[in-house]
């Protein structure tokens, strides 16, 4: 690799990569194939993937640019990004000539502005014959076939109309470049065939695509590729011989066959473009044909931004540097990094753009400003009876919850909060981008919740088309949407005037017969409609008035291929649903309408979930809310205040009530209790025991033994096959029975069983008690694995919680009868206790860690807990596990006789959105002797110990909490550091005066011994100053690496001002960070200060002679310096002698590894034998 190129392409962020094609895509498709041509010729792109682009279902490019713009977008910035190297010579070559262009044509200067009037006036002067000789001229080189084809000026060849200039691809001429993309040109006739070829860059390409008006085709040479401004036609003609004749070139111009104005020809000073590297530099004159007469002006439209998710970052698969550098997680994967939404806009460009006024103006990458509101047509009647007989039905359908209560009496509103998605590197990755959600910290929940009336509410850079309200199972999503559809029927959501919604789990997902209307009509929950032809008719030409719901959008099963094979018409009738969906998620159909999906985060194709323009997470009940729900389902005072006291009284019921469905089903079991002196459960699994059998009970039948078996053996089926549904249709007295218990429900003749708890306790009981399911069986559907992958998601976590609680089950719940006490699970048990032990639980990853955690408390077994204790690492990490408050309290549980076992911990909760009463209640055990939480959420967890004037528990907080090692890879990690100092320094908290239990300080800053700073190249430079503001309190830094985070120059000497405070430090990383001389100039002087500095490592850099010069200067004085990394950067032999000459004062130093290209290799292999210390690699 060149060392001129080993900084910048690898610092590019992918954003501007995607930026620049989008404007390359602007020009429209006449001269798209050129720089396709180009980039697949500079081995950007792939044969593979070139060909692929003209063979997508038939259709040419220029329809998918039409159809798709911002996909094709996507699909070329990932492999441009890749080699940008190379890419951004072309696409630079391309957006700035027409950006120059577009300036020479639109607002000229007096110069060109004379020359274009000369041209003009003298039109009418030039002889004909002088018009032949010019173009005989140009036409006459031998070389010119190969980069211009002649016969394009004959049949094809079309001068400029009057009319607009947008094209439209029609089937003839997506044929006709369909035909002509691949086509390679032969060799030249044989009469040329002994003529010594000329050497040149590369063939030109004519773009054969003609708009139906007949307007002017565009010529672009693949080596000197060039996008023009859609203002004014033009012809760019590269390596052409000059126009020697006198009078021509004082205006040169020839007319068109039809007799029409004539065509000006500018040739240009120099060529249009910056070479590739190692390519041939152009030697011939460049010309310009332009069209005399320039069309009407339009408003450049800037690309929109893409959504959260649906592009990748700048560290996902970019070029590296060679191995070699000092850093132990060079080699590894990057890390993580959240994206914005909309993360184009954060982004500072200094590009211009050229406007439709021909003034070039700075790009905000700002949305263009809204056009007036269209004045609509009067809706038709019945468009109106319809809309005011949907209402109604909607109201009266989503007015009941479950167990008969309304919605009105015992609705409780909660909040909503917007989610980012993180991508995740990998080796696959620029394959896959696989993403999840950021998690975040306590406070930041707190700052951003979101009501039920802001779900529709737009953002500032574009509407919001596409929400998906996600959430667990059980947390409210199917009432938060009946709730939504209740507002529209009261008028509250007065931008939509239609509202469909489909419950997924009604819809046959296999039949092919649809059509969108009758997925509307006669899918969703609407009335019937005579006129439906006249109000379908309205709605698809009024598509933003359309609200369409998906909800339980996770029992579409197969997402494979979900978006492959979108629905194209809105009136064909041969589409299955998912393919109805596809093509209203990806605008194909009925574009503009706003689509709202409810689904539980795991279980979700990423690709899907990518692409939404919106996430919302739901939140659960707080503690008041439980409150609320349980005054509201019990009327009777009395019985409300006896059915808190009970829920109170058992902590794990009352932290799980924090789900709506739990709590619900606390209240059923409360409400039917046979005895009121009887108390709640201690587990879930004897919760939804009593309550399953409570059910059944209440329904007045008695049913046989087989049918409970053969009730549970459909439910443990639907659990492997992921499926909710249940057929009985041999009894349907059995079947209306199951039906009044409320374990199953009907859906459009179908019927599902109620919720996920049941089945999975039902399908439980058969995994226990069934002969069918032996041991392996059963640990391989329904245990924690080590690595396994979990089929079944969020399913799984219930059903291994189930299992291990039946099969440790003491003694059968009072009155339950459900359970076969007469069946012997013993070796069942014995082979679930074996697996649990034999697990290696500090492999584990922090979610399966917590599931463990679930099963051994379900078991109510204090024997396995002890075990489980001895086995668990001393240092529990559950980040990137989003803790709940029941999932608190089990952890608690456990981890309180751990004392008896003289265990101590130490625990990570960074990203795990744990509650600051939750936190308290974990930091305050005794067998955690520190724990490492976010930044802000302990500082508030410090004032709010502070205020209860609780000083011995705050100084105990504040002892335990540790920030050692501190991998910073989100800006979190960095941004409240600064305040963490503060409070370091002046002793006291943020809303106190001085705080006795802060008399030393903070030990987490006193104690910190490693610091990784990975933010990247996005967000490295903006958290670097907060950095800085941090060291000089980090007396006891050993390590610190700062690899690849862009900070140049100015970052080199921020840090150069703060090193001298870093007394301990010893391991130095500073690689890949586009540090220059100046930056090395300030370093230099300051590395002297730090006397116990070992390895230093500024691999990847631009250093010059200058700066290793510099560095030669200070190396002797670096006494423990053993390590010198300076591997590819800018310095020649000349840099590399000054550094080999300082090597030999410096006795101690152990290596020094300074190749790069710009030093000769014999100049290298000669220091080396001087001082075989000097390495290559």
Known sequence: MSTSHSCDPVMVPFEDVLFQVRKALQVGPSLLYGLLEELHEARVFSTQFYLSLFKNGGQSLGEILFKDEEDLARRLSLPIWQKWDVSQVI?????????????????????????????????????????????????????????????????????????????????????????????????????????????????????????????????????????????????????????????????????????????????????????????????????????????????????????????????????????GTLSDSASKGLPSHPVDTFSPTKVDRSN?????????????????????????????????????????????????????????????????????????????????????????????????????????????????????????????????????????????????????????????????????????????????????????KHILSSPEDVLIIFDSFDDIKDFEGLLQAPAKSPKDTKYTVKQLFSGLFQKEILA??????????????????????????????????????????????????????????????????????????????????????????????????????????????????????????????????????????????????????????????????????????????????????????????????????????????????????????KARPDGVSILDGNVDVQAKRKAVETHLLNLKLNELNPARLLELFHCVYETSNAKLARLLLKKLPDNLSFCGAQLCSSDVYVICHLLQHATTLKRTFSINLQETSIPISDLRELVELKCITSFWAHTGDTIALWEDLHDSNNELKLKGAIEKFTLNPLKATQGHHIENLPLLVHIHRGKKLPRSDFVPALNEGVPALRHLQKLEFELGVQNGPEMFPKLIEVLPSLQSLQHLDIEKNKIGDSGAEKLSGVLHFLASLKWLNLSQNCIGDAGVEKLAKALASVPSLQSLSLYGNLIADNGAEELALVLPDMKLLQDLDVKFNKFTDIGAKKLSAALKNCTGMKSLELWNNCIPWGVFEHLHHQDPRIRSL
């Open 352 to 536: 211009t753009c050229v406007l439709a006024d021909g003034k070039p103006r700075k790009n905000t990458d700002s949305p263009p400003p809204k056009p007036a509101a269209e004045v609509r047509p009067e809706a038709p009647k019945c468009v109106k009876e319809f809309i005011n007989l949907a209402k109604p039905h909607i109201r009266n359908v989503c007015n009941a919850m479950r167990g008969g209560l309304g919605m009105e009496s015992h609705y409780i509103d909660v909040h909503l909060i917007p989610r980012k998605l993180l991508i995740k590197s990998g080796k696959n990755a620029n394959k896959c981008l696989e993403k999840e959600l950021v998690v975040l910290s306590d406070s930041e929940r707190k700052q951003s919740l979101l009501d039920r009336s802001q779900v529709f509410q737009n953002n500032l850079t574009r509407p919001k088309q596409s929400i998906a309200i996600l959430g667990k199972t059980g947390v409210g999503k199917t009432v938060m949407i009946q709730r939504l559809c209740l507002d529209w029927a009261s008028g509250s959501l007065s931008q939509f005037q239609f509202v469909f919604l489909l419950d997924c789990k009604n819809l046959d997902l296999k039949k092919s017969n649809y059509s969108l209307k009758h997925l509307l009509f006669d899918l969703s929950v609407s009335p019937s409609c005579e006129e439906s032809d006249t109000v379908f």
């Open 592 to 809: 503009g309408c706003t689509l709202l999906i409810a689904t539980r985060p795991k279980e979700v194709l990423n690709q899907v979930l990518r692409k939404m323009d919106s996430l919302l997470e739901l939140c659960h009940f707080s503690p008041e809310d439980i409150e609320l729900y349980t005054t509201k389902y019990f009327r009777d005072s009395s019985l409300q205040e006896k059915a808190l006291q009970k829920i109170k009284k058992k902590i794990y019921i009352f932290r799980i009530c924090s789900n709506p469905l739990l709590c619900w089903t606390t209240c059923f079991l409360l409400e039917h209790q046979d005895s009121n002196c009887e108390a709640l459960p201690s587990t879930l699994t004897e919760l939804y025991q009593k309550v399953t059998f409570k059910q059944l009970q209440l329904a007045s039948r008695e049913i046989s033994s087989q049918d409970t078996q053969q009730l549970c053996k459909t439910a443990w089926e639907g659990y492997k096959n992921h499926n909710t549904h249940i057929k009985i249709d041999e009894s349907p007295e059995l079947v209306k029975y199951y039906l009044k218990s409320g374990i199953i429900v009907s859906y459009a003749q179908q019927n599902h069983f109620e919720d996920l708890y049941i089945q999975n306790l039902l399908g439980a009981l058969h995994s226990v008690q069934s002969k069918q399911v032996n041991e392996k069986m059963l640990l391989a559907h329904s245990m924690v694995q080590q690595k396994k992958r979990k089929i079944q998601g969020e399913s799984q976590d219930v059903m291994q919680s189930f299992v291990t609680g039946l099969l440790f089950q």
């Open 91 to 323: 696409l630079d070559s391309a957006l700035n000539i027409e950006e120059d262009l577009s300036a020479f044509l639109n607002s000229p200067d007096a110069e060109s502005q004379d020359m274009i009037d000369t041209l003009d006036s003298g039109l009418d002067l030039l002889p004909d014959h002088l018009v032949s000789e010019i173009i005989d001229s140009i036409l006459s080189e031998d070389y010119f076939e190969d980069i211009l084809d002649p016969s394009i000026l004959e049949d094809d060849f079309h001068f400029p109309c009057d009319t607009d200039t947008a094209c439209t691809l029609t089937s003839e001429n997506a044929a006709i470049l369909d035909q002509n993309i691949t086509k390679k040109r032969k060799g030249k006739d044989a009469s040329k065939s002994n003529k010594t070829p000329t050497k040149r860059n590369r063939k030109a390409t004519a773009c054969l695509e003609s708009p139906p008006n007949r307007c002017t085709p565009t010529i672009a040479s693949e080596g000197n590729f060039h996008s023009f401004n859609s203002l004014q036609r033009v012809w760019h003609l590269s390596n052409l011989p000059p126009i020697t004749n006198n009078t021509a070139f004082e205006s040169p111009s020839f007319l068109s066959p039809s007799g029409g104005s004539a065509f000006p020809i500018i040739q240009t000073s120099g060529s249009l473009s910056h070479p590739l590297i190692s390519t041939v530099v152009p030697f011939r004159h460049t010309y310009v044909i332009v069209s005399p007469q320039p069309v009407s002006r339009v408003t450049q439209i800037l690309p929109v931004s893409p959504v959260d998710g649906t592009v990748a970052p700048p560290e996902l698969t970019v070029a590296v540097l060679p191995v």
